[in-house]
């Protein structure tokens, strides 16, 4: 049996979805969850492999369970994850997929968002959840970052926007959608959906916005540097701690619990 | 020198904002800062006690410099404190009072927030910064709770919703206003304000709201739990985690910074 799993965490204390030597991975922490849910050892894939201190709104997970495991109705997979799992990570939905769905090759795209706390005084409620700026950006610098951001939609070669030592070779990837909009609680959000996303490409996109705001990189220059495929022309990478994987968008007629 | 600072600290690793025996409170640690900032011991007074676990976003103390403190621009205040306190803990304004100032006696009225995390799906970003409801409230259950919530207006002896044990004996309070409303990000709200809290006052009134939305307390009641001055007809005291000090009222003229 395969199951989709959609879930949240706080990638604060690991080193990222994947299982790494040395290092807890949310991965790890899922598959033995699985275990004991189901009875038997589980496989668990994800849907991306997110950095070290990324977090997640909406990742997804198959979980493949051998022959003996307990059958769990899917709308209550949930409440049995929630018995197992730390408080850091949570099981939102769940959905049967077919054998040959593979939550990352089936996927279609992602949204991930970035938040910044861009103001003069520290919110202890935004630490290792954004990333802090120190000075308010609006009016003419948010209209500048709005305009840089603009810039990342189509279908280009983000090399630029790819962290040296990469090993993936077709850097072309389409940006559907990236815009910047303040949540209600103060954070500034930029957030951008493609159909896929380079190593530490969003990241990039943050730093370079960032820069864009603070005067040291030219909003008209956004075109240039992606046209240059040279990553030192690009902004730094930002922290991973306002980075958000937010959903992925699968083909497939997902039948989600929708809780 | 007397300098009135307005705080917000994540309540869960505190027992509290007073010092107590055995254990760290926001004040011992606002007091080391204070030292460290001004470069003398420093008087650090509160405008609550504030449970442990419970949150603030504009917690006010006052901090009385002594003689050879150094001097530093109120403006900066807070750069200065945010080197020396912990993440959890942050000065996000300030001014300068009067000597015959006290953040508690001078207080004119306080606002306090209580958030409810209600979906049958636990929200790790949530954890500790809100009270988890197993269920959505909302239509005619959210309708309860509202009518309940308008009931608590008024200036009404609220005996029935302070901790038993409490040994204050004027037990009298105004409430201006009391309501409900919904977070962008999802949580349900019941903020009261008042121009003064019994102890528990707040979580007994959120507890009691939650009895109401799942149909154990009758919303039309509240009206005849107030007036029996018996704790026992009210909910129980929901837990700390839900709670943040909004905000405190004065009177006079603080010449906050605005950051």
């Known amino acids: 049996m395969k199951i989709l799993l959609k879930i949240q965490y706080i990638g604060t204390a690991y080193c990222g979805f994947q299982c790494q030597k040395n290092a807890v991975a949310v991965q790890n922490v899922l598959t033995d969850a699985a275990k004991r849910v189901f009875g038997v050892p589980c496989l668990v894939t994800g849907s991306s492999r997110t950095d070290a201190g990324v977090h997640a709104l909406g990742f997804c997970a198959t979980v493949e369970t051998g022959e003996g495991a307990f059958s769990i ?17 949570s099981v939102i939905d769940a959905a ?54 603009a810039a990342f939609v189509g279908k280009q070669d983000f090399s630029a926007f790819m962290a040296t030592g990469s090993k993936v070779t077709d850097t072309v990837r389409t940006v559907s959608e990236a815009f910047l909009y303040r949540e209600e609680g103060g954070c500034l959000v930029f957030s951008v959906s493609a159909d896929g996303f380079l190593y530490n490409m969003v990241r990039i996109m ?32 930002a922290p991973p701690e306002g980075l958000y994987l937010k959903e992925v968008f699968y083909d497939e007629n997902i039948c989600w619990q929708g809780l």
């Not at 109705?73 to 990570?89: G, K, T």
């Not at 769905?101 to 861009?118: L, T, V």
């Not at 919110?123 to 209209?143: H, K, Q, T, V, W």
């Not at 075109?223 to 690009?234: G, H, P, V, Y």
Request: glycine content about 6%; overall charge positive.
């Open 73 to 89: 109705p899917v709308e209550r997979l949930h409440r049995a994850f929630s018995q197992v799992l730390p408080d850091d990570i």
């Open 206 to 237: 943050a730093g370079t916005l960032i820069e864009v705001a603070s005067g040291k990189i030219d909003a008209q220059s956004i075109k240039d540097i992606i046209s240059s495929k040279n990553r030192k022309k690009a902004g730094v990478t």
């Open 96 to 149: 049967l997929v077919c054998d040959d769905f593979h939550p990352r090759y089936s996927a279609k795209g992602k949204n991930y968002i970035y938040r910044i706390w861009d103001s003069p005084v520290n919110n202890p409620f935004e630490r290792g959840r954004s990333m802090f700026y120190p000075r308010r950006i609006d009016g003419e610098r948010l209209a500048l970052m709005e305009k840089a951001a």
